[in-house]
């Protein structure tokens, strides 16, 4: 690319929050030159995360970050189990165990992940971000430093910041991307309006430190407790760091109101039960919403993370999503910045992205519903046998409606980027030859598309029975997702779906293949010279994996399979000639009937901040 000395970068990032960090370090990673500009000083008052989805894991064990995350500080040991209850010197209603934050040990080796979902709050987690994004070249992070205004034209957008050194600056670069969160000054300043449900509650946040806790309960420990009682699910507390300081969240109702601290201790007395010390730390009230962006883009101008998408905490989906949306950028970016795609590139971000964000947040906001369902129950505390038959009756059938949360691998890796104009539809219905696929330990037997009946299959539907028979229904205003489209996820190479995961040889995963540029996976005895010519023509960078693997081509099914950057099957097919290859390559990558678009890649040293 050219070097260009009127542009500070190729691209400016609005927001320091985990969603910025991940869209720096990534650009970053790929030799994008970017800078991030955050207001604060990236200090954390209160974690508003407390989750990495499996998805986000893959994504760090991408940019070689994931040990980072294991290793954060949080206690691995501790358990993460959901637990329902009346206090912690009360009643214990139920409980869904978690030997692990994966679900437990039969989704470990046979899964389908190499990673799993791990407890790493944001206090620790964006310290992590922050180191990976600040250990790439080609990105430059500036804190205390606030855009207070931009403008685009056709050939660059025009930042205005306001520096730590209260000095104003103006910076020009090829694309901004606003990760600034839900009050957004970037979607506001591109007048982009928000549909959805709107405001759900008003909660507060209460971070208490209470040492005692842990040797004063008769509960076993928990990660996420959720407290009933006789008017129903009022609060929840989760074990912030694993020792002694507790997140209590107070779900309020429609109606703003402001809680004072003496509400405030009388709600921490009421979960412990009991009297022990303990400390306020922050109290932060806060609005749960659920709101879409209309549109993702705005001429050279993107958003993404809370910016775009504003959604209850329920299912845990907010932060993650966001970060899925970095990724979906970031290398769409590259393509347009390195010339190797065509503009109409950029418009599939918000074509893939925003459909998965509406079908997120109006799961997150069914899931607050089923954290209501229990109702009122003004018996519920009784110390009666009445009682006792009542709470048991409330802890089974709530269980069994929170199991939709806690499994939802169908929301966290089962999106399908089917109608995207970067995907290339199968031509004709798939009918994959599972002739002389390999079995493997019992219980042996395959899905119709050849899948692998495993132990965490069979237990996925376990719980999607027990859900079925047991759980609340509970009353919406919209149609909700089927459960088994939210509760199961199997591997897929469809044109549109993440790409599966198969451990190989030498203890790594098909998920390492991707990353950079795309990939075609093609059986050993493929014919892949077509598609490798093609894209040196093209420009478009490609490597080709080859696998004699009998567990790779079981999962993979089609002797060719190609994969795009963000680890998202783009096209799959049994041959390809030339003409086939330059109509799919050209296709995923916008090109038809435009050329290369050059731009800089170059070092920040020239850029002051």
């Known amino acids: 690319m050219q070097h260009d000395n009127e542009f500070s970068a190729d691209v400016i990032v609005v927001g320091g929050g985990p969603v910025g960090l991940a869209l720096a370090g990534d650009l970053g990673w790929r030799g994008i030159s970017c800078i991030l500009l955050e207001q604060g000083d990236g200090s954390i008052v209160q974690p508003k995360m407390d989750g990495v989805n499996v998805r986000t894991m893959e994504f760090c064990r991408r940019w070689g970050i994931v040990d980072q995350v ?79 205004a931009f403008e685009q034209s056709d050939a660059a957008v025009v930042a205005t910041v306001q520096t730590a050194d209260d ?66 699910t009022w609060a929840t507390v989760v074990a912030i760091d694993g020792r002694d300081t507790w997140r209590l969240s107070l779900i309020g109702g429609k109606e703003r109101k402001e809680l004072g601290e003496p509400e405030v201790r009388a709600a921490i007395e009421r979960v ?22 209309d549109t993702y883009r705005s001429g050279r101008v993107f958003i993404a993370g809370d910016a775009a998408h504003m959604t209850s905490p329920t ?37 893939e992205r925003r459909p998965v964000a509406l079908r997120a947040v109006r799961e997150a906001s069914g899931n607050l519903l089923r954290t209501l369902s229990p109702g009122a129950n003004a018996r519920l505390l009784d110390a009666s046998f009445e009682g006792a038959l009542l709470r048991y009756e409330v802890g089974k059938h709530f ?16 999106y399908v980027y089917a109608d995207s104009p970067a995907v290339v539809p199968d031509e004709a219905p798939w009918v994959p030859d599972t ?29 999607l029975s027990m859900h079925l028979s047991l759980g609340t229904p509970i009353e919406t205003s919209w149609q909700e ?22 451990w190989l040889a030498d203890d790594t995963s098909t998920l390492d293949w991707f990353g950079k540029g795309f990939v075609l996976v093609a059986d050993a005895g493929a014919d892949t010279g077509a598609f490798e010519s093609v894209a040196a023509a093209l420009r478009t960078p490609l490597a080709v994996q080859r696998s004699d693997n009998a ?41 038809s009937g435009s050329g290369p678009i050059c731009a800089n890649t170059h070092s920040l040293e020239e850029t002051s901040l």
């Open 70 to 148: 294991y290793n954060c500080g949080y206690p691995r040991e501790y358990p993460q189990d959901m637990v329902y209850l009346t206090s912690f010197s009360g009643y214990e209603l139920g409980r869904e165990e978690f030997a692990t934050p994966s679900g437990g040990s039969e989704e470990s080796r046979p899964g389908i992940s190499p990673e799993s979902r791990f407890r790493c709050p944001q206090n620790l987690f964006d310290p992590i971000l922050r180191k990976f994004a600040q250990a790439q070249s080609q990105a430059s992070l500036h804190y205390l430093s606030r855009l207070t």
């Open 435 to 463: 002739a002389g696929l390999p079995q493997g330990v019992p219980p042996d037997g395959r899905l119709g598309d050849g899948t692998r009946v495993t132990p965490a299959l069979l237990r996925e539907w376990q719980r």
């Open 551 to 591: 567990a790779v081509r079981a999962a993979y099914v089609a002797p060719l399979v190609l994969v795009r950057p963000d680890g998202h099957v783009a096209w799959r097919g049994r041959c390809a000639t030339a003409r086939t290859a330059r109509r799919v390559l050209e296709q995923i990558t916008a090109q």
């Open 399 to 414: 269980s069994a409606t929170m199991l939709r949360e806690w499994y939802k691998l169908g929301i966290d890796l089962g």
């Open 167 to 232: 000095r104003t600056q103006t910076l020009r670069a090829r694309y901004l991307v606003g990760c600034d969160g839900a009050a957004s000054r970037v979607r506001k300043g591109l007048d982009i309006a928000m549909s959805g449900l709107g405001t759900l509650t008003y909660t507060t946040n209460v971070l208490f430190r209470c040492p005692a806790l842990r040797d004063h309960t008769h509960i076993r420990l928990g990660y996420r407790y959720l407290f009933v009682g006789p008017e129903g």
């Open 315 to 351: 299912g845990g989906f907010g932060m993650n999503m966001g970060i899925a949306d970095a990724v979906d950028l970031s290398w769409k970016l590259e393509a347009m910045l390195r010339g190797w795609a065509g503009e109409a590139l950029l418009d599939t971000y918000e074509t």
């Open 481 to 502: 997702l089927p459960a088994r489209e939210v509760m199961l996820y199997c591997q897929t190479t469809a044109p549109g779906a993440r790409a599966p995961h198969v």
């Open 272 to 293: 412990l039960g009991q009297p022990m010390p303990y400390t306020i730390l922050s109290i932060v009230p806060w609005v749960r919403r659920e709101l879409v962006a």
